[in-house]
Nanobody, 122 residues
Framework: QVQLVESGGGLVQAGGSLRLSCAAS??????MGWFRQAPGKEREFVAA????????LYGDSVKGRFTISRVNAENTMSLQMSSLEPEDTAVYYC?????????????????WGQGTQVTVSS
């Protein structure tokens, strides 16, 4: 069973930056992604990356502001978030898909972390 643990969430002012990390309990292949869910809203795709580090995908609302990366040797994935806006406030989830390529569909991911809260104040 694969376990995913997110870290790095917190409170930041609008325009600031945060870096989220996701650690997997085992060596992972396939694709990994970030999703987020704000209160009262559906879970939204943020970004995804394959185990080779290529085929990156981004949600329209974060393009140009967020960067996804992964270090396979450490079984970790990161999300660098810049120019944060109050609309980015949500619980951010790490997810693993046992296949490639990357996908923006939450239904195609097999494992999920518990989530980490990101709050952006105006």
């Amino acid at each position: 069973q694969v376990q995913l643990v997110e870290s790095g969430g917190g409170l930041v002012q609008a325009g600031g930056s945060l870096r989220l990390s996701c650690a997997a309990s085992v060596r992972t292949f396939g694709a990994m992604g970030w999703f987020r869910q704000a209160p009262g809203k559906e879970r939204e795709f943020v970004a995804a990356i394959t185990w080779t580090g290529g085929s990156n995908l981004y949600g329209d609302s974060v393009k140009g502001r967020f960067t996804i990366s992964r270090v396979n040797a450490e079984n970790t994935m990161s999300l660098q978030m810049s120019s944060l806006e109050p609309e980015d406030t949500a619980v951010y989830y790490c997810a693993l898909r046992r296949a490639i390529p990357s996908s923006a569909s939450k239904d195609e991911y097999d494992y999920w972390g518990q989530g980490t809260q990101v709050t952006v104040s105006s």
